[in-house]
């Protein structure tokens, strides 16, 4: 099984940048699918970006794209999600979580490892 940790959050302005960092323990991270989700309060969680094992294929949520990037650093068993130009529907807390699987997905049950999640508040 693998840990992870996520870092990073904080609060910003509108327009302003993060980059959350998540940091794995334990297993090989190259052996899962990351995924960065939030949940802000009275939603759903939901996915905002993805990547496969190899960092060769990512897909984002509409809401997100062409602003977040995702990427991983598998030597370092850690992924990142770059954050610009945040607005205020943006604050949410972020979780990074690992699937083991081949492919990307969206879906919070096909994950298997979920980080206990960081705090980002965008303010105007």
């Known amino acids: 099984q693998v840990q992870l940790v996520e870092s990073g959050g904080g609060s910003v302005q509108a327009g302003g940048s993060l980059r959350l960092s998540c940091a794995a323990s334990g297993r090989k991270l190259s052996s899962y699918v990351v995924g960065w989700f939030r949940q802000a309060p009275g939603k759903e969680r939901e996915c905002v970006a993805t990547i496969t094992r190899n960092g060769l294929i990512t897909d984002y949520a509409d809401s997100v794209k062409g602003r977040f990037t995702i990427s991983r650093d598998n030597a370092k068993s850690a992924a990142y999600l770059q954050m610009n130009s945040l607005n205020l529907e943006d604050t949410a807390v972020y979780y990074c979580?690992?699937?083991?699987?081949?492919?990307?997905?969206?879906?919070?049950?096909?994950?298997?490892?979920w980080g206990q999640g960081t705090q980002v508040t965008v303010s105007s």
């Open positions: 979580a690992a699937a083991l699987r081949y492919t990307l997905s969206t879906s919070n049950s096909e994950y298997d490892y």
